[in-house]
């Protein structure tokens, strides 16, 4: 391959990139300013648009004015260190709880403002504060300390009007309702409240308070009294995590979710059969297609949560034929589950800072790539996320000690199984700790699930670690405005194996005394370049695998193959050699949260003849069970004549000199599509592939 044209459109790109960087760097010197996020809402927690939120510095005695947007989001920009108090107002109705913050140098701060339509006076005069003295005058009160005395004087005329009173209190007012329950695998910015801050429901002093009216009967909301897990900061940034930041279709009890994923992918290999393999996101050469296409959302009562995500497209049967579990026992669970790729129920229990207890099908953590691809920085991950599970089926606990530490327990049927292949069941478990607003460190394990279909005897274990840091922001700038990186490394194996299974027996570490090496070490590294407040986006990144045994390796359909039938052309049995590595150049448009356009190139490449070729993988007749010369049903287990029919097979021992294709024990195999005058068809596979990807992602 002439690699001449890479290397001259990598050294444009990265000085292009030198060029942007060092156009977008600010002046030195002076701290970061801080930007401010949030959503004016009402006190039943809906988005209430054109809302004017005010926010005075105390220690410069100056105001911002901004007005939030048709969904209720506003952005205070170019906020010094330091003391302020934020309000916001409708004009002629509602207002705020006047609010303080301390801003530091290059905060990212998120902070929604829930108005009340009794709560107007005094916290809606916030904007106009007064002036700091002309002369300095050392026993003179501060501004903060004037305004927290007018806050007590305003406490005490409440209770003073409440006091006279005769009958009964009504009760208090619910709680603003909790988004701690949270779902799967985002960990979209959240929503904090104020401490301290007081109901806004209050009674305006002068009104004479009445007998409480009986109350509409409603469902209780959600509480939780400490910080909300992972609420202090914005964590759009992140890869594998949703970038919305506002969620326009949400109701007080049901948040929807609608995804659209459709893309335009061209081979430099031009596969005849316009079918592509080895990867989990690329499917069909030349041709616009619907990758996903879900419909669900997520349902709070009370404390009672559930999710539902549906999942039609490409994914809907090319990520189920990932699943062997599918092959034991009846019920075909292929069918069963194929068309949903998130379906759980369960509770939140106000414990710490939330417990949560979910059961069903969950997405999978490992890998750090989110399952949908608008969540990703890029859409094909290198190959310790795409050979590594999209989805989990069992019961997950997730406990939060404090609001910057996750814990989560899995009891799973196996990996990426709908059913449990043998006598374990899968163990494992998710550690996610967020110490700063720049910094996410993961580690996930797994282990003792017996996760080989055919061989009870066999075990397998996995570890997979990842840290995301963003490292520069300065989102004032017109260029370069934000970086950040991902490292994931990975290692597992399988052991163990079936005595009575001829050349079953695997290890972790070398082939010896009849046992094979069956291992997977990985790792993937990203780098994102985010310009113009985020309008665009760059990512460049790759990653590399060793998995001898090829246990974790995607089997490429040839004929249509699975992960039941399993595929002579591409074998995976222990002691099996598997070395690859890959890297892409992603460019994004992103003119809004709800949508990105995306284009991307990438280069692949394995130690064995693996990528779809010219000739493509599709046999002649097509990808059917083909009828063998006797009559005999094949199937995508078998070998295949070039007239469609299936070949006879048969091996046998230390015979391997005729240069015939030879088994992982040295068997030869020989193949009798001569006895019928024909020859044996080969699929055509490539040890490299270069591809660009067109996509447009749509999420709300």
């Not at 549906?310 to 075909?332: E, H, K, Y």
Request: glycine residues 10%; proline residues 7%; hydrophobic residues 35%.
């Amino acid at each position: 391959m002439n690699r001449k044209p890479l290397v001259a459109v990598l050294s444009a790109f990265l000085l292009l990139l030198m060029g942007v960087y060092l156009w977008g760097v600010p002046t030195y010197g002076e701290p970061a300013p801080g930007v401010l996020h949030g959503t004016t809402l009402d006190a039943r927690g809906l988005a209430v648009p054109q809302v004017q939120v005010t926010i005075h510095s105390i220690d410069e005695n100056a105001d911002q004015v901004v007005v939030s947007d048709r969904q209720g989001s506003f952005v205070v920009g170019n906020l010094k260190p330091g003391h302020y108090q934020l309000v916001a107002a409708k004009q002629g109705g509602a207002s705020s709880q006047v609010t303080y913050l301390a801003v530091a140098a290059g905060d990212d701060l998120r902070f929604d403002m829930r108005l009340s339509e009794t709560a107007a006076g005094a916290a809606a005069s916030a904007s106009s504060a007064p002036a700091a003295p002309a002369a300095a005058d050392p026993e003179a009160p501060s501004p903060l300390e004037k305004e927290l005395a007018e806050m007590k004087a305003r406490i005490a005329e409440l209770e003073a009007a409440l006091k006279p009173a005769a009958a009964p209190a009504a009760a208090p007012a619910p709680a603003p309702e909790s988004p701690a329950a949270y779902s799967s695998s985002s960990s979209s910015s959240i929503a904090m409240s104020a401490q301290g801050q007081a109901p806004a429901t209050a009674a305006s002093p002068s009104a004479t308070p009445a007998p409480a009216a009986a109350a509409p009967p409603d469902f209780p909301t959600q509480t939780q009294t400490k910080a909300d897990p992972f609420s202090f900061a914005d964590w759009t940034w992140m890869n594998n995590t949703s970038r919305n930041e506002d969620t326009p279709l949400a109701t007080k009890y049901f948040t929807p979710e609608i995804r659209v994923d459709a893309n335009y992918i061209n081979s430099n290999n031009q596969p005849v059969d316009h079918t592509m393999g080895g990867s989990t996101e690329m499917f069909r050469n030349g041709e616009v297609q619907l990758e996903q296409m879900s419909v669900g959302g997520d349902l709070r009562v009370g404390n009672v949560r559930a999710r539902l995500l549906t999942m039609q497209g490409l994914f809907s049967t090319t990520t189920p034929r990932n699943d062997g579990s599918a092959g034991v026992g009846q019920w075909d669970l292929n069918d069963a589950y194929r068309y949903f790729s998130e379906a759980w129920g369960g509770y939140h229990f106000n414990v710490d800072h939330g417990l949560n207890i979910d059961a069903g099908i969950f997405v999978s953590y490992i890998g750090l790539f989110s399952y949908y691809n608008f969540d990703n920085w890029a859409y094909q991950p290198s190959y310790v996320s795409s050979n590594t599970p999209w989805f989990f089926n069992g019961l997950r606990i997730q406990w939060f000690p404090s609001e910057k530490l996750k814990i989560e327990p899995w009891f799973i049927n196996g990996w990426q199984s709908y059913a449990r292949y043998n006598g374990h069941p899968g163990l494992g478990g998710q550690i996610n700790w967020r110490p700063k607003a720049w910094v996410s460190i993961t580690t996930n394990n797994y282990g003792m699930g017996t996760d080989e279909l055919g061989n009870p005897g066999r075990s397998r274990i996995h570890t997979d670690n990842s840290i995301e840091v963003k490292y520069w922001e300065h989102k004032e700038n017109l260029g370069l405005d934000r970086m950040a990186f991902t490292f994931t490394a990975d290692a597992g194996c399988e052991y163990g194996g079936t005595k009575s299974i001829p050349g079953s027996q695997t290890n972790c570490f070398n082939n010896k005394h009849g046992q094979f090496k069956q291992s997977m070490v990985g790792y993937m590294a990203y780098n994102r370049f985010w310009f113009h407040k985020d309008l665009f986006g760059v990512t460049v990144g790759g990653g590399v695998l060793d998995n001898p045994g090829r246990y974790l390796t995607l089997l490429p359909p040839i004929n249509g193959a699975t992960a039941v039938a399993g595929s002579p052309y591409f074998p995976e049995a222990p002691g099996l050699k598997y070395k690859a590595w890959d890297s892409t150049v992603t460019f994004d448009y992103m003119p809004s949260q709800w949508i990105t356009f995306r284009a991307e190139t990438g280069y692949r490449y394995a130690d064995v003849p693996y990528f779809s070729g010219r000739h493509g993988i599709t046999p002649p007749g097509g990808d059917v069970a083909p009828l063998s010369y006797n009559g005999t049903v094949g199937s995508s287990a078998s070998y295949i004549c070039t007239n469609g029919a299936t070949s006879v097979v048969s091996s046998f021992a230390n015979y391997s000199g005729y240069g015939l294709p030879v088994d992982n024990v040295g068997n030869a195999v020989t193949k009798t599509c001569t006895s019928i005058g024909m020859t044996l068809w080969q699929p055509d596979l490539r040890k490299s592939q270069w591809a660009e990807t067109l996509s447009i992602m749509v999420k709300f």
